[in-house]
T-cell receptor, first 115, second 113 residues
């Protein structure tokens, strides 16, 4: 049974056209994370929510926004995608407080292509 | 400074060979956690193991084993009798303080028949 679900799995958008990626979870976890992973690189944390508290990484571009309307869903909005934003976007969840003891469980990712 | 080093970028083995993936970490905290994740070609990061800094006991799970040595700041991962399905990128990661995961750059393992 899928626990962290990401839709769509593949997304193609045009340069500058806003796009929204979706993540949902059936684990009832407190924390949800968004990572960006470019080819042959490690995942890079963009931001995370602890419940409704939003935590943005210092180097996350303003072009990236997130929404968490409820426990189960979290969205990544890219307001004006550039060619450099083409990547795999991974959603993860954890059941603690986002601290070091948490184990993060990842979804299958959404591969974003920017034309 | 890089906190998690996976010096092996890519490893190629033939099926049934044993293979060890190296992970060296750096931290000033006495309490920290180490993780291994597997990322197959499908893209999903699959959690394999979490180890806290106070538990140096080695762990075995089927064909997988982990060797944690605080004296050398290493948390190595061995696959015994490798199989083609083990082909993936493997990430070692560190969690400390009130920070989220710091990943190494990953090691791509290719197991050929």
């Amino acid at each position: 049974d899928a626990m962290v679900i990401q839709n769509p799995r593949y997304q193609v958008t045009q340069f500058g056209k806003p796009v929204t990626l979706s993540c949902s979870q059936t684990l009832n976890h407190n924390v949800m994370y968004w990572y960006q992973q470019k080819s042959s690189q490690a995942p890079k944390l963009l931001f995370h929510y602890y419940d409704k508290d939003f935590n943005n990484e210092a180097d996350t571009p303003d072009n990236f926004q997130s929404r968490r309307p409820n426990t189960s869903f979290c969205f990544l909005d890219i307001r004006s995608p550039g060619l450099g934003d083409a990547a795999m976007y991974l959603c993860a969840t954890s059941g603690g407080d986002g601290g070091p003891t948490d184990t993060q469980y990842f979804g299958p990712g959404t591969r974003l292509t920017v034309l | 400074a890089q906190k998690v080093t996976q010096a092996q970028t890519e490893i190629s083995v033939v099926e049934k060979e044993d293979v060890t993936l190296d992970c060296v970490y750096e931290t000033r905290d006495t309490t920290y956690y180490l993780f291994w994740y597997k990322q197959p070609p499908s893209g999903e990061l699959v959690f394999l193991i979490r180890r806290n800094s106070f538990d140096e006991q080695n762990e075995i799970s089927g064909r997988y084993s982990w060797n944690f040595q605080k004296s050398t700041s290493s948390f190595n991962f061995t696959i015994t009798a490798s199989q083609v399905v083990d082909s993936a990128v493997y990430f070692c990661a560190l969690s400390e303080g009130y920070s989220t995961l710091t990943f190494g750059k990953g090691t791509m393992l290719l197991v050929s028949p």
